[in-house]
């Protein structure tokens, strides 16, 4: 189970627009990481809009935002289309991200058991080191609480 001050897990991921990120090219920017279920379900299309809306405020402290969920890249970029997001969105799409920082979980939906996101976010400073985390996120007031701990560093 990652901790803070623990060094962030780095990853390779394509995003939406052809590019991948490289968690170590960031280095020297601090990153948010927030993890989600799945592109255009109620709660993950709230969190994906609020950081949208909140990318530029973020940009503005010099923190870099990306979403990652297992899906693939295709479906991030109807998603984007559809909700105007702004936000970059990656895809894990074999899970190896999601089991590095512990976010693949058993879940417990109407009595039936299966395997998830558990959403998630991380704040990772520029030395690559984990500052914060947020586990079994609740969506309204998340995007303006890491806001406000970016606004911190």
Request: aromatic content about 10%; overall charge negative; hydrophobic content about 35%.
């Amino acid at each position: 189970m990652l901790e803070i001050s623990d060094l962030a897990p780095d990853f390779s991921l394509p995003r939406d627009g052809g590019s991948d990120v490289n968690l170590s090219d960031l280095r020297g920017s601090a990153v948010v990481l927030f993890f989600y279920p799945r592109d255009d379900t109620p709660g993950c299309t709230k969190e994906s809009i609020g950081f949208s809306h909140a990318l530029q405020a973020f940009a503005d402290l010099g923190v870099q935002v990306f979403g990652i969920s297992k899906d693939t890249v295709a479906k991030h970029e109807k998603f984007i289309t559809k909700h105007q997001l702004t936000t970059p969105l990656l895809s894990d799409e074999n899970g190896t991200t999601c089991e590095d920082y512990d976010v693949w979980k058993e879940k417990n939906l109407y009595g039936k058991k299966h395997w998830g996101i558990e959403r998630s976010t991380f704040l990772i400073g520029s030395d690559g080191k984990i500052l914060r985390i947020w586990r079994k996120v609740k969506v309204p007031g998340h995007v303006e609480e890491v806001l406000e701990a970016a606004k911190a560093l």
